[in-house]
């Protein structure tokens, strides 16, 4: 069981990526996935979530316009498109999985603080230069 992130990079302000998270040895048909990322001297931030039917997501309040979750169950992967980036944004990415119903609409609770994530990958980084 694992999941990989992957699209990280060195990027201009104002420039954007795209970052993916691939799972293998499981189906994220029936999970909910998370992206979360980890400044240098900063708390882990929870930074957007899509339910396993990918009718619900949760943005924070710091990438909202900006940035946009998706799925594509047949490729067993979850994508982070990051757009109009910032200095600020310059973190390592994580993706995570918990476990909810097949086709839930609904996000799990506290997801932001890593709660019901049973699986983690290894991070991307992403650098965002001024």
């Known amino acids: 069981v694992q999941l990989q992130a992957s699209g990280g990079g060195l990027v201009q302000a104002g420039g954007s990526l795209r970052l993916s998270c691939a799972a293998s040895?499981?189906?994220?048909?029936?999970?909910?996935i998370g992206w979360f990322r980890q400044a240098p001297g900063k708390e882990r931030e929870g930074v957007s979530c899509i339910s396993s039917s990918g009718g619900s997501t949760h943005y924070a309040d710091s990438v909202k316009g900006r940035f946009t979750i998706s799925r594509d169950d047949a490729k067993n992967t979850v994508y982070l498109q990051m757009n109009s980036l910032k200095p600020e944004d310059t973190a390592v990415y994580y993706c995570?999985?918990?476990?909810?119903?097949?086709?839930?609409?609904?996000?799990?609770?506290?997801?932001?603080?890593?709660?019901?994530?049973?699986?983690w990958g290894k991070g991307t980084l992403v650098t965002v230069s001024s």
């Open positions: 995570a999985a918990g476990p909810t119903a097949y086709g839930s609409y609904y996000l799990i609770p506290a997801w932001e603080m890593g709660y019901g994530m049973d699986y």
């Open positions: 040895g499981f189906t994220l048909d029936y999970y909910a």
